[in-house]
């Protein structure tokens, strides 16, 4: 899950106060909002893309590795020199 949010009947964005302040003045809570024009809207990546992720988090912390090494021998020698 990325991002939720309610928007109200006229298609704005409810604040969280106000949609908590609904929900406890109503015995229904969240199928009142849905009965008044209120919508849930949420942001996600499906569970089919995990592993496309991984890879792309892992090569560039291989890429970010590789440098760091790198730069770390090159100083290394310098300072030996």
């Keep these: ?6 928007t109200g009947p006229g298609g704005h964005v409810a604040g969280q106060p106000a949609i908590t302040s609904l929900t406890e003045q109503h015995p229904s809570g969240v199928r009142w909002l849905a009965q008044h024009g209120y919508t849930w809207w949420a942001t996600y990546q499906p569970e ?34």
């Design 48 to 81: 089919s893309r995990f592993w496309h992720f991984q890879l792309i988090e892992g090569s560039w912390l291989l890429a970010l590795s590789l440098i760091l090494i790198i730069a770390t021998i090159w100083l290394v020698r310098r300072r030996a020199a």
């Design 1 to 6: 899950m990325l991002h939720q949010w309610w």
